[in-house]
């Protein structure tokens, strides 16, 4: 299996001979080495619905009929845009053909913003445990911390998480590094920083904040084998 990182909360994922995108915000998002064209999903995850995670869903979906899966709202809305979804919900999980998916809680918004000034509400905001090839990935999503992190993680011994560090809008450094210990994750890779001015942080500072020694930064385009 093989994890590279994106840019803001892109993580793709290569296993069974498929291609999972797990928020793949690229039109906009300044850090991303991907472009919509070059990038052919056979799966696309969104972690909840905020313009920067549900990115270029659409249109990357109908241009290569990818499975969309979202929670039940999110999805359902989104399949009304045309596109093949799979709709799921907190604490559940499913047997796909390209691995297991979890959804967990996340501590955040939701809501797309239309060009009438208002905004269509998209369900809660999840994290996504994904399972394959006898590994588990943990991507956060858009969180706080919160204590249950440690019954994630003692329920799914987790192999690589990715936890947003961006602070504003989610957990900041100090408080990812917190998720990290509560986790027990085998390698904390920070991602939701840098994109925006007002998520700027030194990763680097952020893996020195870790006990364990276990942070992996990965610049957009860089991977992880597992
Ligand atoms: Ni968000
Ligand atoms: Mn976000």
Redesign the pocket.
């Known amino acids: 299996m093989k994890i590279t990182y994106h840019g803001?909360?892109v993580v793709k994922i290569e296993t069974n001979g498929k291609t999972i995108l797990i928020d793949p915000f690229i039109t906009g998002n300044g850090l991303t080495d991907l472009k919509v064209e070059n990038v052919k999903p056979d799966v696309i995850i969104i972690s909840?619905g905020?313009g920067?995670?549900v990115g270029d869903t659409v249109q990357l979906a109908k241009v290569n009929d990818s499975l969309v899966i979202a929670n039940d709202e999110l999805s359902t809305y989104l399949s009304w845009q045309g596109l093949r979804v799979h709709g799921m919900h907190i604490g559940g999980s499913y047997q796909f053909d390209f691995g297991r998916v979890k959804l967990t809680q996340a501590f955040?918004g939701t809501g797309l913003q239309t060009g009438d000034n208002n905004i269509v509400y998209c369900g809660m905001p999840a994290g996504i445990l994904f399972m394959s090839e006898g590994k588990t990935i943990y991507h956060a999503g858009?969180t706080a911390l919160f204590s249950d992190m440690k019954l994630i993680g003692e329920r799914h011994p987790i192999d690589v998480a990715f936890l947003?560090i961006g602070d504003n809008?989610?957990m900041g450094p100090e408080d990812a590094a917190y998720a990290a210990k509560l986790l027990g994750a085998k390698t904390i890779v920070p991602m939701?920083y840098n994109t925006f001015p007002v998520i700027r942080q030194d990763p680097q500072e952020f893996i020195k904040l870790l006990e364990d020694g276990n942070g992996k930064i990965l610049n957009p385009g860089e991977g992880i084998d597992l």
């Open positions: 803001h909360s909840h905020h920067d995670h955040h858009d947003p809008y989610t939701h």
